[in-house]
């Protein structure tokens, strides 16, 4: 994880180095955190377009009543640049490097910048290039500080201020060495506001009044910097969330989505220790050391790939847990993390809806002149204990108790007596209590074995068979 914060916190770099996140880093990082770091700039861009458009669509009615002149027109232009401005921004957003995007964010501040100090070419009075500074429209820098907030990350922010700030101050340098004078105005401003020396330095139209200037971008910086510290704690809420959405992806790896919701949505911890009753199910292929030693590692892999696939499939179709894949094995239960009465006929059903899909994947694989592949599957119902076992660095939800090893051992039986599934009694009797036909023609279906031995045990159990 912390590679990967690592490389979210170079995503937004746009104003300090060069070092972004690249796109290989991107394709690379968590894909929840990916995915929320992509639909967070994509909602974010539409949210920041569309109140960009609203922002100059209101300006844009507001310039004529301010100045309602033909020089209007020019700011009314300057707007609709505004409003291409956003769209092209829309379209370079990435969450990853985007130099155009870079570029389009430099353009924005440099264009407002040209805006608001070079006079209007389409004005007839001739004004002193400094009094540009004087109409107070820096305030429009913070419609686009705004926007950013809803567009780009919080570092961002900083940059934004940053350059905001060179940019005006080299406006002032531009107007103090290029800009137009007209002095008798400033003689008739002295004569008028004589003996009112700090009036005069606001009002001279030739007087660029720095500390004002100074004034204006240190403000703009402190509000950057509050809405940044805000922009990082909604970054951190964003990976909290992407960090619940893996936590639920984990889940529904070992849970069917039903019980992944309801688990999400109660208050009580999974952990809590308690003992219930639980179908406890262990499916195992026969011969499997010799098969692979038939095949390369890759055909191994991808026959087990297949086959967990096919059992993880059966396993919740029948709301049961997957427990652990047991290299070509699987554990299974029934009835957790909450019990239901239809716990121990869910199980039975499973195993044999797993040994119908094996049937037709070895007819599959018989067409294709591949060896068939032999399951067993061994189902226990009895008391468990269910909870967190583990250190406070890793904990692991387990199920423990005397069925486990019974359910593992009557897979092992299943050898014995040369059939596919074996069951105990006490599976068979509360399976016997679902009114459903499915269960009842699959219970009828099962042969009593009688009591045998297992190893371990100083009683013995009676055993069904398919």
């Known amino acids: 994880m912390s590679e990967l914060a690592n490389a979210i916190r170079r995503e937004d770099k746009l104003f300090t180095t060069p070092s972004q996140l690249r796109r290989d880093d991107y394709s690379k990082a968590d894909p929840f955190v990916r995915a929320a770091l992509a ?37 009314e232009v300057g707007l609709l640049i505004y409003a291409f401005l956003g769209w092209l921004q829309l379209k370079s ?31 007839t009075e001739v004004w002193p290039t400094a009094y540009q500074y004087q109409l107070g429209e820096f305030a429009y820098f ?16 900083y940059g934004f201020a940053i350059w ?12 103090y060495f290029l800009g137009t004078q007209i002095p008798e105005l400033t003689a008739k401003t002295l004569e008028a506001f004589a003996g009112y020396e700090r009036i005069l330095q606001t009002i001279d139209p030739n007087d660029l009044n720095l500390s004002q200037r100074i004034q ?40 069917p989505p039903t019980i992944v919701d309801e688990m999400a949505e109660r208050n009580e911890p999974l952990g809590a220790v308690r003992s219930q009753e639980v179908a406890v199910m262990f499916v195992d292929i026969v011969g499997f050391t010799r098969m692979a030693e038939r095949q390369s590692p890759e055909e191994t892999v991808a026959l087990l790939r297949e086959y967990h696939a096919r059992l993880e499939a059966r396993v919740f179709e029948h709301g ?41 994947w070895n007819a599959v694989r018989a067409e294709s002149g591949e060896a068939p592949v032999r399951v067993s599957v061994g189902i226990h119902y009895g008391p468990v204990v269910l909870g967190d076992i583990g250190s406070a660095r890793r904990l692991e939800y387990a199920v423990l108790g005397d069925a486990v090893n019974v359910a593992s051992r009557l897979e092992a039986m299943t050898r014995e007596l040369s059939v596919s599934m074996v069951v105990n009694g006490a599976l068979v009797d509360a399976a016997a209590t679902n009114d459903q036909p499915e269960t009842a023609a699959l219970l009828e279906s099962l042969k009593d074995e ?8 100083d009683t013995h159990l009676r055993v069904w068979t398919n």
């Not at 389009?104 to 070079?118: G, H, K």
């Not at 940019?167 to 531009?174: E, I, Q, S, T």
């Open 93 to 123: 957003a990435k969450v990853s490097q985007s130099r155009r995007e870079l570029l389009l964010i430099y353009v924005d501040l440099a264009f407002l910048t040209f805006l608001l100090v070079v006079p209007n070419p389409l004005r």
């Open 39 to 75: 639909e967070n700039k994509r909602n974010g861009m539409i949210l920041a377009v569309r109140t960009r458009w609203l922002a100059m669509a209101i300006v844009g009615v507001m310039v004529p009543f301010l100045n309602p002149t033909w020089e209007a027109i020019y700011y």
């Open 320 to 360: 049961g847990t997957l427990d652990k894949f047991l290299g070509d094995g699987l554990m299974a239960t029934f009835g957790t993390p909450t019990p239901g009465p239809e716990d121990a006929s869910n199980a039975v059903r499973c195993g044999d809806a797993i040994l119908k899909d094996i049937e037709a």
């Open 142 to 157: 913070f419609i686009l500080l705004a926007g950013a907030t809803l567009a780009y990350s919080w570092r961002t922010l």
């Open 164 to 175: 905001t700030s060179i940019l005006w101050m080299l406006g002032v340098a531009y107007v």
């Open 216 to 255: 204006e971008t240190v403000v703009f910086s402190i509000v950057a910097w509050i809405l940044a510290i805000n922009g990082r704690r909604n970054t951190e809420l964003l990976f909290r969330q992407a960090g619940v959405a893996r936590e639920r992806a984990n889940l529904a790896r070992h849970f």
């Open 450 to 457: 009688g009591a045998h031995e297992l190893r371990g045990r």
